[in-house]
Structure formats: C-alpha cells, structure tokens
C-alpha cells in the first residue's frame, strides 16, 4: 500500500501551484481557474487525510466543496460577461472603477 | 504497480496544472485545465473514493469545464488575448511570496507526515454511495438543505445577472 504522504503532497503542489498563478497572472479567467486548481488542491489533502485516518467526514467535505466551487464559477463567469460588456476588457488592472 | 499509476497521475496533474498558470491562450489552459481535474479524479479514484472520483468528472471536469469553455468561446477574443507581459515589482512580489508560500507548506507538511501513523484498514464499501449517503442525510441533513439553497440562489442570481433585459 502507498502511503498517503505522496497524494498529500502532489495537493500541495496543485496548491502552490494554484498560488503562483492567481498572484502572477492578470486575466481574470486565468485567476478563475487558479482558484480551481487550489480547491482541488485541497480537496485532494482531505481525501488523502480520510483515506489515513479512515473517516467519511473529508470526502462529505470536498462533495461540498465541489457545490460551492459550481455555484461559485456560475456567478463569478457571469460577472465577467457582464464585465467585458461593459469595459471590453479581461484584464484585472483595468477593472479599477470600484478601486478608488 | 500502484506506485506506477500513482507516479503517472501525479505527474499528469502536476505537470497539467503548470500548463495552466504558463499557457499564453487561455483556450489551452482552460484544456490543461481539464487534463488535471481527470488527473485528481483518478488520484481520487486510487484513495478509495471512488464515488467522487464519479463526481469530480461529471461535475468538475463536465459541467464546471464546459461553462468556461462557453464563455471563453463566447467572448471576442483576438484583441485580449495577447497579453502584455510586463513583471513589474508588484508582479516580481507576488511570484516571490506564492513560490515562499509553497515551500514552506512542503515544508510543514514534511515534517508532519513523519509524525503521522500507518494507513487505517478500511471496511469494503469505504467511499460508495452507500456509505456517503449515510452520513450526508443524518449527520449532515441540514448542511445538504442549505446547499440546496444556496444553488437555488445561485440560479436566481445568474439568470439576474446576465440574462432578462427590461
């Protein structure tokens, strides 16, 4: 049997990497799917943790998780029609009318 | 043999989610995407949850997948796509403080799985529907309610958002 060590670590990694690019890139759909990647990231450490100790509560979690996250990219992927019907634009730096 | 399967996945996903933070188009991204959610589904397949791994391809990798891929082709894209590549310091801060952040999680979590005990035995029909479904609509029957609302006010919210003109 493998340890369980090894997934916990690829979901770190999928965390990370979830990190860099929200912090680094500019296109909000790009950050959109960052944020993806860091709830599966998670997801995956739950599930890993739950495999260990032998308890359903960490997959009951990241079923949760996934409704959230669906009900999360609906509504944020149309906040972004709506966005670039307006501004005609992708680009966080240049959504700045609620920044000031 | 598991570890073979295990180190394809891990690399399929690793490697996939780093296509999707470097890929100029966000079409293949959204694509790079795609590959790493199928990659965790399979991982999650591996750690005897096989009732999510169900999940997470339908719901991730379909539903959630198709509607970027709506909306990435439903936006005009040739004028924003090339994206202007400038690291300022602010960008040079942010890389610096994501690339700290995950070494200091590998890291921590280093340290804390050598602490950690053996794998626990697992009864046979860990992770079914059976099993889930047990514990969603006891223990967790109120949760499962406002989830059912949540979405429902989700549904509200987007047919408001982008949807009936006056």
Known sequence: MLATDQYLMVGVVLFGIGVIGFLTRRNVIVLLMCIELMINGAGLAFVSFCRQ??????????????????????????IVLLVFRNRATLDVDEMEVLKW | MENLFFYIAAILAVASAGSVILQRKVMYSVLSLIVALLAVAWMYAMLS???????????????IMVLFLFVVMMLKYEKTEIQRF?????????????????????????????????????????????????????????????????????????????GIKK
């Open chain 2, 49 to 63: 949850a096989p009732f999510l791994a169900v999940v997470q391809v339908i719901l991730y990798a379909g539903a």
């Open chain 1, 53 to 78: 100790t032998g308890s359903l509560e960490g997959q009951v979690f990241v079923l949760f998780a996934m409704v959230i996250a669906a009900v999360e990219i609906a509504v944020a992927l149309s």
């Open chain 2, 86 to 162: 400038r690291p300022g310091l602010l960008w040079c801060m942010g890389l610096l403080v994501a690339v700290f952040f995950l070494m200091k999680l590998i890291y921590v979590i280093n340290r804390a799985s050598s602490l950690t005990p053996q794998v626990a035995t697992l009864p046979p029909d860990f992770g079914s529907i059976k099993s889930l479904g047990g514990v969603l609509y006891t223990q967790y029957l109120l949760p499962v309610e406002l989830t059912g609302i949540l979405l429902l006010v989700a549904v509200v919210g987007v047919a408001l958002l982008s």
